[in-house]
């Protein structure tokens, strides 16, 4: 398994800007791809970026434009920048690692909320 602390959530006016970061303290296998998913209250969780270990990167639509994210091989580390955001984009953010073997594991969440 693969353990995984995020910081740099936050509160923020809309139009502002955050950065996430996904560290990675643990892991016995390779990581393959990581990503960052969100959760609103009373929604399901869904897809924010993803990047693979080769640099490819997918975005949800809804941040396209707004939302980068990056990966620091070297410290194992995954970034989330942030910007123009928005109220709808409040959530808490999970970072998420699938590894060579196939295992999938999960950050414990970082609250992000964007007032209006």
Partial sequence: QVQLVESGGGLVQAGGSLRLSCAVSRTFFSIIAMGWYRQAPGKQRE????????????YADSVKG???????GAKKTQYLQMNSLKPEDTAVYYC???????TVSWGQGTQVTVSS
Avoid: E, Q, Y
């Avoid at 897809?47 to 997918?58: E, F, H, K």
């Avoid at 707004?66 to 620091?72: A, K």
């Fill in 96 to 102: 998420k690692a699938d590894t060579s073997r196939g």
């Fill in 47 to 58: 897809l924010v970026a993803t990047i693979t270990s080769g640099g490819s990167t997918n």
């Fill in 66 to 72: 707004r939302f980068t994210i990056s990966r620091n």
